[in-house]
């Protein structure tokens, strides 16, 4: 049974190789084109994966342009919008300027009106105090019944000056009467007012000055005399006779001078400096501090 079933096997075998020579021998130029387009493909293949394939050089050199279009675009619109950017700040930057300038000319119309306004209100506040103060003044005395001067009644010479027209000079007129409305321009009551702030004035100043000198500054100043009875002057408690080395301080300039005192007549102290310098000192100067007068040692 085995011998017979590979006898059937073998010839079988020999059947399906002739059958493959048969086929091979009848097909092999078209499976030769078969063979050459998949060598053909597999090649393309190649090429596509390298990048040398033509097609693949094209597509590649039409989007790399088409890239570069792009790219130039897209830097055009950025330059475009930089531009309108730049313009844009430049505009509102102006716009702001303007606006400045404007609301700095409306603040300073504003700030000129007020302070007109503010003098107007404060001159009309002075006229009504003014107006006020001239409700306020008392009357005026009544004018004399002959004027001040008898010789006023009659006119100034031609010639002017210190003539028996009482001396009014050309400026008042030659045939204008000298009256006390010419003679003083004011009244009464703004000469009583004007002589009363002189007063306060010179108090205050007074009181300033002794504010500031102080007790220490002044001196006693008495008249006397020696055991002579020539004339001499007590500074502070100290005799100083005729013939006496002295000295002289001035606390305006703080120098110091030195000499004789020559002679004591009333108020005024005579001294002769050295250099053969009279000097005449008063009570008052030595008194209030202004000079200061000691006697030198021999």
Known sequence: ?????????SASEMDADGKESETASTARPEDESLQGEI??????IEEINAGTHVEVVEKIKALQGLKRRREEVARAHNEKLLQN?????????RAAHATLETALATAKEALLDTIAQEIRRCEEEARKTFSRAEDSRPPLPPPPLHPVNKRAKRPHSKKGGAGRDGGGGRGLGSRRPVTPSVCLPLTDYEMRCDFAAIMADWRERAMEYLKLVGDGQWAHVDAARDSKGQPAVRVDGSLLKVGDRVSVWSRVTDEEFRGELTAVVGDEVFVRLTG???TRLHADHLSSGRLKLRRLNR
Request: glycine share 0%; charged share 35%; net charge negative.
């Open 1 to 9: 049974m085995d011998e017979e079933q590979e006898s059937v096997v």
């Open 39 to 44: 060598d053909a493909n597999y090649q393309a």
């Open 85 to 93: 950017a730049r313009e844009l700040a430049d505009f509102e930057r």
């Open 276 to 278: 053969n310098i009279p």
